[in-house]
């Protein structure tokens, strides 16, 4: 999972350098993907998506992503993800 949170730094600073959108629509697609995966009394993700392919790095970098998207993007989606998983349900 911090594999792809990892993504959207790289692929939306390239969207944001190059003026090409599209960088960032696909990192956008992938995050909506495993967010919806996620447990969804805790809104927290796996450590991987499963056990034919998994991610498998640590799963708090994940979080850490979550939050320097916001700050980086300035999209309120990141923030809500981060908080809906930190906060207690």
Not at 15 to 44: C, I, M, Y
């Amino acid at each position: 999972m911090a594999c792809a949170g990892s993504i959207v730094l790289e692929f939306a600073a390239l969207s944001r350098f190059t003026g090409d959108p599209v960088f960032e629509a696909h990192v956008h697609q992938a995050l909506d993907f495993l967010w919806d995966k996620r447990q969804r009394n805790s809104n927290l993700v796996g450590t991987t998506t499963n056990i034919t392919c998994g991610v498998g790095v640590g799963i708090d970098s994940y979080y850490e992503y979550l939050q320097k998207a916001y700050i980086l993007l300035g999209d309120d989606l990141f923030l809500h993800r981060f908080n809906a998983a930190t906060r207690d349900p």
